[in-house]
């Protein structure tokens, strides 16, 4: 069984990518689903991220203010520092019990772990490979300004507030182009399971 990392720019198409793998049949844990699970209130992210950044990115009702914490870590880099080393650790946790009963479950020939900082993280040294989900940064940019409502600055500074698409490029294993079509994108997955004997198990 392969442990399978897969990561990209922010709006480069993982999600796309992660839906066709699913579709194809292939087990995905989605780092940003389980992030978003464990900030709800009361939950380990949340405890972790009320201690180190306080009440005031905090909603009346408890709930995190993502809005705010997000404006704040995608301008300041030492506090995006700061909520990575906190965060991090915990959500690979909880993404390894997954994974394990996963593994126990299903024994699958490959499961897809999708983390967005995965090398930033340092993830990818116990991946057996890493996919990138590869879009020009101009394509980023308008795509992230379109998708969260963002003007052209701020989707520049969120583009670049992670290593930059070509740098993960040069260090993947393989490269999904996802700059063209669905049907592009569909195809390069299929031929690399292939290629890995996916489809045959």
Known sequence: MKVIGLTGGIASGK???SGILRELGIPVIDADSVYERLSRKGNRVWQAVYLAFGEEYFLPDGE???KKLGALVFS???SREKLNKITHPIVKDEMLLILDQIIREQQPPLVVMD?????????NDWMDEVWVVYAPEEMQVERLSTRNGLTREEAFLRVKSQ?????KRKLADRVIDNSLSIDYTKRQIERILEELKVSEE
Do not use: K
């Open 15 to 17: 999600s796309t990518v």
């Open 163 to 167: 290593m930059s698409i070509e740098e």
């Open 115 to 123: 983390v967005p900082l995965l090398f930033e993280s340092g993830w």
């Open 64 to 66: 995190m203010n993502r």
């Open 76 to 78: 300041d880099s030492q």
